[in-house]
């Protein structure tokens, strides 16, 4: 826990792991005894020169935990210094009455990566309301991001916070019966949950105001953004119809749509998401000269 732009924030961090402990590691696997862990940890070798991915989660029941069980132990075994930190009012992060603009969102990144010392040109991976967030990031800094992947997000516009607004207005409303609208019943558990997170975050808070009352993302500064960047969406997600607008913003978007899943691509669909990310990040080290991802 530490203070992050007046705010106790949670943040979790991974060193690379050493090459030779991360071949230890598989070799351990194949003679593990129940339950399949390994006998030893990897050991980690040190974070200098090595490149730096920041993981940002999205909104609602959302926490670092969802990069952390999918794409943080991958990234940390290829190479990468793997920094993950809870949003303001979510996970084990402080939640203050006000401050949820994407402004105040974009702030608290730019403190984090300035309180931890990071000047190097960072990967930023954001889901959701966090790729929006990478996006802010990399329009107002972008000679600091060097690749951004941005799993069903897309910059926050006119019309995506115009879209987050109706969204949680629906979220937050119950139905007669006093439960969640329609979007949960579409989500199944996981749409219940998210929608009983949202309506305790807008019944405790302002962001239900503050998203939508943001100042909408400048597309010029957004098409400032010159790092590679890869969209990933699910197939059957209604954010998905927000990948031709990135592509619009920024011609060399990548896109990556993952059959079958929905907006929790990210959870639903690690595996899928791993062979996509890995690989691409691996070409813009090599495009770049830094140091390249281990297999």
Same mark, same amino acid.
Request: glycine content about 10%; charged content about 20%.
């Given at each position: ?97 006000? =401050? ?59 019309q995506w916070l115009a879209r987050v607004g109706r969204q949680l ?6 139905? =007669? ?28 808070t302002t962001a239900g105001r503050d998203l939508p009352a943001s ?50 691509v990210l959870v639903t669909a690690r595996d899928q998401v791993r ?13 770049? =000269? ?6």
């Amino acid at each position: 826990m530490i203070q992050v732009n007046g705010l106790v924030t949670h943040v979790q961090e991974l060193p690379p792991v050493a090459a030779d402990a991360a071949a230890g590691g598989v070799a351990a696997a194949a003679d593990a005894g129940p339950g399949g862990e390994p006998d030893v940890e990897p050991a980690a070798e040190s974070s200098a020169g090595r490149p730096v991915a920041v993981l940002i989660h999205g909104i609602g029941p959302d926490s670092l935990a969802s990069w952390y069980l999918s794409l943080a132990h991958p990234l940390a075994d290829a190479g990468f210094r793997v920094i993950m930190y809870d949003l303001r009012g979510h996970g084990r992060t402080e939640r203050p009455p006000a =401050g949820y603009r994407m402004e105040d969102l974009v702030d608290d990144l730019a403190a984090l990566l300035d309180r931890l010392g990071v000047d190097a040109p960072v990967h930023l991976l954001g889901n959701s309301l966090g790729g929006s967030i990478a996006f802010g990031y990399a329009a107002r800094h972008p000679d600091r991001v060097a690749s951004l992947v941005a799993v069903e997000s897309a910059p926050a516009t006119a019309q995506w916070l115009a879209r987050v607004g109706r969204q949680l207005d629906r979220a937050a409303q119950p139905d =007669g019966d006093g439960e969640p609208p329609a979007l949960t019943t579409r989500g199944g558990e996981r749409g219940a949950r998210y929608a009983a997170a949202v309506r305790r975050l807008v019944a405790t808070t302002t962001a239900g105001r503050d998203l939508p009352a943001s100042t909408p993302a400048d597309p010029t500064a957004v098409r400032a953004i010159t790092c590679p960047v890869l969209g990933v969406f699910g197939s059957d997600s209604s954010a998905v119809d927000l990948a031709p607008a990135l592509v619009e913003l920024l011609p060399q978007t990548e896109l990556v749509v993952v059959p079958g899943h929905r907006h929790a691509v990210l959870v639903t669909a690690r595996d899928q998401v791993r062979r996509q990310v890995l690989p691409w990040l691996a070409r813009q080290l090599a495009d770049t =000269g830094q140091p390249a991802l281990r297999g």
